[in-house]
């Protein structure tokens, strides 16, 4: 959740790390700072706030290194104050940036206080600066130290770390926690996202769990859990450095609502041949796979989960295939039963979701065999761990609240319907009407984004209001509950979804003149029911926004209005009817002067539990 930026070059690394961090502060975050050796002595910045404040305390004061860290934090342990930003430093000689969650923490800041340690924050992180200072007593190895003090670690952590003995050493490691080496030339980066270091390269050394680093100019060792030296291959991303750029939109946010026609092309671009999807888009060994399960389980967060329960829906109404779907913070502490032909299917933007993964790897624990990750990001943690893996081709997504993500996971998990299905009740005849569906899916994107005037004219109706209420039946009370989700997100307005038919079990009695309801009512079997319940609200003075399909006859009324929304088919409408929803989101959260892209207490990648 946080972001951690390192470098060691014969260059100034300042201006590199500062570029670097303004490129993960879509990630979410309180405070910034950075250190680094400057001769033999250890310097420190730090400012609560944006980075534009440690860029001011650097302008005011400039500094100069050929080695240094630096941090985005977000707080787990300690409120956001300049004395809990990271880096964090012992003694005047060593210094520590990291990501993760130090759970024994606690018992070790005892045995290092009695050592005659002086804390000066809160963080769980101290323990770790103290505790690679107290090691350097017994080797004058900063490898050795390093590796001596996350032996004694319990948790999860990404760690970059210096110390003024050695300025021409940096060490990194990594333990549940994603981090990244990019490889320039007689320099070398460490990044928790590939995105801060596009600027300086496009070559890349994904480290994998357990892996540690000892990193100098001209040479660079990795040695993974086993303490033995490895090579571990170098990538070339296809990401250039204007790839986070806005461009000419105001925010993140509505770039990517408008680049999701695209991005849903890429999803969809070669795993097609005469129009029958491909078994081996989703692995070499992905047939074999597939013709040997018999159930499915979904394991994901958040807006992911979203996608997971309307995959539900297709996945057995379609396919007639069992489906389970969990949150996967509560998977592994349920003690849940799972058959072992059932193929996991994870859902993440990042892929390296903490919950997520670690409910996958219960699952195999479990003696699952079969594990599908729908991610966004290659060589994440979830990618190494399945062995099948749908890549959603999503490109970067910038803004906290999820919007191509969440689109193009839909797309992918409509293609796993097919897939999947066809092995159980899926005709012929309704896998080719998918197919054509989904071909057509990116002009009904580009139409149902045209209605962005409309809706942001909509919007001016939310500027005072403090809840709202979403309905949808069958594929849409996820995306009702996404659209809830998005709303809250970003414009801090509380908001809560129910199915439809939920409303004379409790939901009704919120409903008055200052609650406005959105509802999503595409043409489909449940449409008659869904006006039977739009009619109780109305006649309890409820203020109704009714997204419907253009070809149904409605009438306005004083307080219901009508959005008509492009004729589409059942299949893909819950991918179709999201989009209005992002779009009255993002426009209410302009008009309440939120901040869109980085909406308070919130992270893009939430790589801790």
């Known amino acids: 959740m946080c972001g951690i930026v390192g470098g060691i070059a014969q260059r100034n690394v300042i201006p590199i790390l500062l570029e670097g961090l303004r490129r993960l502060e879509y990630r979410g975050y309180d405070s910034a700072g950075l250190a680094g050796i400057s001769e033999t002595s250890v310097f420190r910045k730090r400012a609560l706030g944006k980075v534009s404040e440690l860029q001011s305390l650097i302008d005011e004061d400039p500094v100069d290194a050929k080695l240094g860290i630096a941090h985005t934090r977000w707080a787990t342990h300690g409120k956001p104050s300049t004395a809990n930003a990271h880096p964090h430093i012992s003694r005047d000689e060593v210094a520590v940036v990291h990501n993760g969650i ?19 924050s809160e963080t769980d992180t101290e323990v770790i600066v103290h505790k690679v200072h107290e090691k350097l007593q017994q080797t004058d190895s900063l490898l050795q130290a390093v590796k ?131 078994d081996s888009a989703f692995g070499h060994n992905a047939a074999e796979i597939f013709d040997n399960i018999d159930s499915v389980q979904i394991l994901a967060c958040g807006t992911s989960y979203h996608a997971g329960l309307v995959a539900k829906y297709w996945l057995e109404k379609m396919g007639r295939v069992p489906c389970n779907i969990d949150v996967a913070s509560e998977f592994r502490y349920r003690q849940p039963v799972i058959a072992k032909n059932t193929l996991v299917v994870t859902i993440s933007q990042s892929g390296e979701t903490a919950d997520t993964l670690a409910a996958l790897q219960e699952a195999k624990k479990m003696g699952v065999k079969y594990a599908l990750t729908i991610c966004n990001v290659p060589e994440s943690s979830l990618v190494r761990e399945s062995e099948l893996v749908l890549m959603t081709r999503a490109g970067p997504e910038i803004g906290v609240a999820s919007t191509k993500a969440f689109t193009t996971q839909l797309v992918a998990l409509l293609m796993l319907t097919i897939a999947v299905g066809r092995r159980f009740e899926l ?182 539990e």
């Not at 024994?104 to 000066?120: A, I, K, M, P, V």
């Not at 110390?163 to 990244?180: A, F, M, Q, W, Y």
């Open 427 to 608: 005709s012929q005849e309704k896998e080719q009407q998918i197919s054509s569906e989904l071909f057509a899916l990116p002009g009904k994107i580009e139409k149902a984004i045209e209605l962005d005037q409309q809706i942001e004219d909509l919007a001016e109706q939310f500027s005072e209001k403090h809840n709202a209420l979403f309905l949808g039946r069958g594929t849409q009370y996820p995306i009702a509950m996404e659209g809830a989700l998005k709303l809250k997100e970003i414009s801090y307005i509380h908001a809560e979804a129910y199915p439809a038919g939920e409303l004379k079990h409790g939901p009704l009695a919120l409903i008055d003149a200052e609650m406005p309801v959105i509802t999503v009512a595409p043409n489909n079997s449940l449409l008659e029911k869904l006006k039977s319940n739009i009619q109780e609200v109305s006649a309890r003075g409820g203020q109704l926004i009714v997204f419907m399909d253009e070809t149904l006859e409605a009438e306005e009324a004083e307080n219901v209005q009508i959005i008509k929304m492009p004729k589409v088919a059942n299949i893909i409408s819950p991918i179709v009817y999201t989009i209005p929803l992002q779009l009255l989101s993002y426009h209410v959260a302009v008009l309440k002067g939120t901040d869109v892209d980085q909406p308070r207490n919130l992270a893009k990648s939430v790589t801790v």
């Open 102 to 120: 130090i759970e024994n923490h606690e018992q070790l800041r005892t045995d290092l206080s009695s050592g005659g340690y002086l804390f000066t």
């Open 148 to 278: 001596l003090s996350i032996a004694e670690l319990e948790g999860a952590y990404a760690l970059g770390v210096i110390n003024k003995e050695h300025p021409d050493t940096l060490i990194t490691c990594r333990k549940g926690s994603p981090l990244v080496i990019g490889v320039g030339i007689g320099e070398y980066f460490i990044a928790s996202d590939i995105a801060a270091l596009l600027p300086v390269t496009q070559r890349f050394i994904f480290l994998e769990e357990g892996d540690i680093a000892e990193i100098q100019v001209d040479q660079l060792t990795i040695y993974d859990k086993d303490e033995q030296v490895v090579e571990r291959p170098i990538k070339e991303s296809q990401l250039q450095a204007d790839s986070v750029d806005k461009g000419q939109y105001r925010h993140f946010m509505m770039k990517e609502v408008y680049e999701q026609p695209w991005a849903i092309s890429q999803t969809l671009e070669g795993r097609f041949i005469d129009n029958r999807l491909q």
